[in-house]
C-alpha cells in the first residue's frame, strides 16, 4: 500500500512539473485582459481618474493624483502586455501586486469580502468588517427588483441573467494579488515565456565567457 501510494505521488508530481508552464502561461493569460482593460480606463480618463484619487470628500484623497494616476495607469496597461508575453513577469508582478494592494486597502476594504453581494453567502452580513450598508444589500436588491416589476420591463431587462448589486468588497482585488504572487514567486513558465529562452540565452552567454 505504502509503495502504491509513493509511486502515485511520483507520477503525479511529473505530470505537475511538466504541467507547471501550462499553468503560469494560463494565468497570465487570464490578468492581461483584466489588467488591461483597468489600466487603459484610467489612461483615457486621466484626469478624472487623478480627481477621484486626489479628492479626499468622494475619492481616495492620496498625494500626488496625476502622478499616482499615470504610475497606475501605465503599470497596468503595459504591464499587462508584458505578463502576457512573460517578459520581466517577477520585476513587473511587484507594482502590480502594490497596486491590488492598494485598491484592496483604500477602496474596497470596508465593503467586506465580496465584489457581489450574495444574499446566501455566509459573508453577506459584511464579513470582515460589520459595514450596515454591505448587510443591507439583500434589501436593497430586492427594493429594486419591486421598482422594475411596477415601473419597468422588469421580463426583458432580465432575459439575460438577474440582477445583483455591486458590493464592491476586496474580492477580485485579493484574487488578482494572489495570481501575481504565484507569478513573482515561479516567474512567466517554463517553454511559455521570453523569460524562460532569455534566461536560456544569458546562460549560454555567461558560459562562452568562462570557456
Request: glycine content about 10%; hydrophobic content about 55%.
Amino acid at each position: 500500500m505504502v509503495s502504491l501510494i509513493v509511486r502515485l505521488n511520483t507520477v503525479l508530481n511529473q505530470a505537475a512539473g511538466g504541467a507547471g508552464g501550462i499553468s503560469l502561461l494560463l494565468l497570465r493569460i487570464y490578468l492581461m485582459p483584466v489588467l488591461a482593460q483597468a489600466g487603459w480606463q484610467k489612461l483615457t480618463n486621466l484626469d478624472s481618474t487623478a480627481d477621484w484619487f486626489g479628492n479626499p470628500d468622494y475619492g481616495l484623497g492620496l498625494p500626488l493624483p496625476m502622478v499616482m494616476a499615470v504610475l497606475a495607469a501605465v503599470t497596468e496597461f503595459f504591464g499587462a502586455w508584458l505578463l502576457l508575453f512573460g517578459l520581466g513577469t517577477r520585476l513587473v508582478a511587484i507594482p502590480m501586486m502594490i497596486t491590488m494592494l492598494v485598491a484592496m486597502f483604500t477602496v474596497h476594504w470596508n465593503n467586506g469580502w465580496l465584489a457581489i453581494a450574495d444574499a446566501n453567502s455566509w459573508l453577506a452580513d459584511g464579513t470582515l468588517l460589520l459595514n450596515e450598508s454591505v448587510m443591507a444589500s439583500p434589501e436593497k436588491l430586492a427594493a429594486a427588483k419591486s421598482l422594475l416589476a411596477e415601473h419597468g420591463h422588469i421580463d426583458w431587462l432580465t432575459a439575460s441573467g438577474n440582477f445583483v448589486i455591486l458590493n464592491n468588497g476586496i474580492e477580485f482585488a485579493s484574487t488578482y494579488f494572489v495570481m501575481l504572487f504565484v507569478l513573482f514567486c515561479f516567474g512567466g513558465g517554463r517553454y511559455v515565456s521570453i523569460d524562460y529562452y532569455l534566461h536560456q540565452w544569458l546562460r549560454q552567454q555567461a558560459s562562452k565567457k568562462k570557456s
